[in-house]
């Protein structure tokens, strides 16, 4: 993987391990200020429904963390790919349903992320 690919992976996963921490631990303190759109008084009702997406995107991160130590170029790629291509259908399916913001988040670093893995 070039080096381009590893550090775009890399913030991905870093990410994705911000969003399990802000969505199973920070739901009813930090999620008011990240989804200012979203009724106040559903934070708590919601809760574990946000801590089981975190769950998700705690594998997403885990996967992305995982191509980075594989030592075989071709399976690195593939994996790298296939937790991208995860992270970019989340990422589109969460911009049409949940917030625009979300195409900037991780749609377009996914993309990137994908597009880096064929011409770097």
């Not at 992305?64 to 130590?69: H, Y």
């Not at 259908?89 to 893995?117: D, E, H, M, R």
Request: a positive charge; one cysteine or more.
């Amino acid at each position: 993987m070039s080096t381009i690919s590893l550090v775009i992976v890399i913030l991905i996963a870093l990410l994705h391990l911000y969003i399990l921490w802000f969505e199973m631990f920070r739901w009813e303190s930090r999620g008011p200020k990240v989804f200012s759109d979203f009724p106040k008084e559903l934070f708590a009702p919601t809760k574990i429904l946000a801590a089981n997406q975190g769950l998700y995107n705690g594998f997403l991160a885990a996967g992305l963390i995982w191509s980075v130590f594989i030592s075989d170029a071709a399976w690195q790629h593939n994996v790298a790919l296939c937790f991208l291509l995860f992270v970019l259908t989340a990422g589109i399916y969460g911009t049409f349903t949940a917030s625009k913001k979300i195409l900037f988040v991780q749609v377009i670093p996914a993309a990137l992320g994908i597009l880096s893995l064929f011409f770097t």
